[in-house]
């Protein structure tokens, strides 16, 4: 099958791209960044996905199905283009898809989707609407665009749409959200809160999301691989060591003294846990990591890659 | 004699040590016979940390077993393994009962079990409380979590009565106010059996005077209960729990209210005779 990967020069997309071709899939990527030793069966066309020549791809090519993977966080583009990109870009995806005669699409959110708040539930499941937005606004064009992606399931009935709210991705590359907030030798919590943190192994991340693909998956789904552990282990298991602020203060040590910075209201989501609820989507596709929480860790502790870059 | 006395002192010590560490071997070898799921590092998918709950119950053993010297009566109605629901009446101001429910299914049933309790909500916002409430096995009261808990075949602790109940104040203690309906659909809709308990003697032990409702709304609690001496310690009353036979109820939580209020009446009806018998029997004591 011929696949297309928006957004196949990130982390994340170069692994979903290698183990396409492994799987024997033709894959063409499009992405604003190069990747220049992309391995022998991906061909990557270095445009954006809102530009015209991204439509020629999706023309010439004639791809039988779409990985959508170009979104960004607020960790990366910290402008009002972030909003472009997720929006105006996923847009494209779709109506690109639907002119072009694409199969079936896949489109990679996260699990923040959800927000964390005190009184939400612990395991969220694919039916809850998206929490704690007025809190953290940084994440309302990823939530907008994961809703706008789950319309094409009635807007474009001949696409088969299979949305992903995929867990925090950790492992050697050091890259995300998470590796980002773990990038400094202290990790500082929030004293007297120690959320449970949910994430996978970056390799179990693109394993997931190929067999979404392969199985010919259609609907909204939560991915999820082992269990969520507390904030305090996470810190201790990569080698970082925790420092605890109380509340009042950690606005004022963001950014300061070598930690991260962070936008006010992901506050809450180191005071609050998201976790989520990936039932559906291991009995729909027979997922099952091959890393557990703690190989997956110690893969990150342990990587030769010296820092962190957000993704 | 000297020495006589240096070797007492020795050995009482020594004799000291030795019933401490008695009874931390105790809570552990109890902690590895409960069925929770913990992987390597002692950790269940919901978050309950082995440690956390090792902690807990030292903590609470003495407390349990001198202070309040807990009886248990009817243990043995609460089923051994697989869902069901522990519905019990609520007094003292603060949720000591719970606390001692935990308790008794962990110290008074072989093998222990972990009674899992719904934790007001505005308990998630507090520092320390939220982490340690989470770690030893306690859920914000949602009714997902309900389901939730009890779809995993967990020992759920309810209090229909809410914060109504702790709010009796010492002369109410035996009285039941109203009780919530939302448990009795839930525990038809997942078909779970419901245990009616009754705490007696928290409300002895906390004597509830007055509860400063305003004071509570600043520091972002329901209230503050008042006991005469000011203080919210415990007083050493000895308390007893009275477990009934297992209630079980059939049809699918959605029928009208008549019937599940008739429902909720049976269920409020075994507590109040568990704690009658209870009184009578304290008090001919």
């Not at chain 2, 525990?187 to 007696?200: D, F, G, H, K, N």
């Amino acid at each position: 099958m011929k696949v297309l990967v928006t957004g196949v020069s990130g982390k994340i997309g170069r692994l979903v791209a290698e183990e396409l071709v492994r799987q024997e899939h033709e894959v063409v990527g499009i992405d604003r960044r190069t990747w220049p030793e992309a391995p022998a069966g991906v061909r990557v066309f270095e445009t954006d996905i809102r530009k015209r020549p991204a439509e020629d791809v999706f023309r010439t090519e004639r791809p039988q199905a779409v990985i959508h993977m170009a979104t960004v966080t607020h960790l990366v583009e910290r402008s009002e283009e972030r909003y472009r990109i997720n929006l105006i870009g996923t847009k494209a995806v779709f109506d690109f898809a639907h002119r072009y005669g694409v199969k079936q699409a896949i489109f990679v959110g996260r699990h923040t989707y959800y927000g964390a708040a005190a009184d939400a539930p612990l395991y969220h499941t694919e039916d809850e609407p998206p929490m704690a937005l007025e809190i953290f606004p940084e994440l309302v064009d990823l939530v907008a665009a994961d809703l706008f992606a789950g319309m094409a399931l009635w807007r474009f009935p001949n696409i088969d749409t299979a949305v992903l709210r995929i867990c925090y991705t950790l492992g050697p590359a050091r890259h995300g959200t998470l590796a980002a907030f773990l990038n400094g030798p202290r990790v500082p919590t929030i004293l007297g809160f120690d959320p449970l943190f949910q994430f996978m192994h970056e390799e179990d991340v693109a394993r997931a999301i190929v067999l979404s693909l392969t199985r010919g998956l259609r609907g909204v789904y939560n991915v999820a691989g082992p269990q969520p552990v507390p904030l305090s282990s996470l810190i201790r298991h990569t080698g970082r060591s925790l420092l605890q602020v109380p509340e009042p203060m950690y606005r004022v040590v963001l950014g300061r003294f070598g930690l991260p910075r962070l936008p006010v209201g992901a506050l809450t989501h180191i005071k609050y846990p998201i976790v989520i609820d990936a039932t559906t989507f291991k009995a729909a596709s027979g997922f099952q990591h091959r890393f557990d929480e703690y190989e997956t860790m110690h893969s990150f502790r342990d990587s030769p890659q010296l820092s962190a870059r957000a993704g | 004699m000297p020495v006589l006395r240096a070797y007492r002192s020795e050995f009482r010590t020594d004799s000291r040590k030795v019933r401490a560490l008695m009874s931390a071997v105790d809570v552990d070898e109890r902690l590895n016979r409960l069925e929770l799921p913990f992987n390597a590092s002692g950790l269940d998918p919901y978050g309950i940390s082995r440690k956390h709950l090792s902690i807990a119950f030292r903590g609470m053993s003495w407390s349990y077993h001198r202070y309040f010297r807990v009886r248990t009566r009817g243990i043995e109605n609460v089923p051994p393994r697989g869902r069901a629901m522990l519905v019990c009446n609520h007094a003292g101001g603060i949720a000591l009962d719970a606390a001692l429910l935990m308790g008794a299914c962990f110290f008074d049933m072989d093998p222990p079990r972990l009674a899992q309790g719904m934790a007001e909500k505005f308990l998630a916002r507090m520092p320390f409380a939220a982490q340690w409430i989470a770690k030893t096995g306690h859920v914000t009261g949602l009714p997902e979590h309900a389901v939730r808990l009890l779809e995993d075949e967990r020992l759920l602790m309810v209090f229909p009565e809410g914060a109504r109940g702790t709010a009796k104040l010492f002369k109410e203690r035996y009285s039941l106010v109203r009780f919530g309906t939302g448990f009795l659909r839930l525990a038809l809709e997942t078909r779970s059996p419901i245990i009616p308990v009754a705490c007696l003697g928290t409300g002895a032990a906390i004597p509830t005077v007055a509860n400063l409702y305003g004071v509570g709304r600043l520091v972002g609690v329901p209230y503050i209960p008042l006991t005469p001496y000011l203080l919210l310690a415990p007083l050493p009353v000895r308390i007893e729990l009275r477990f009934g036979p297992a209630l079980h109820f059939t049809g699918s939580g959605n029928e009208d209210d008549a019937f599940i209020n008739a429902k909720v009446e049976q269920v409020k009806e075994s507590i109040g005779k568990l704690i009658s018998e209870g009184r009578s029997e304290r008090e001919s004591a």
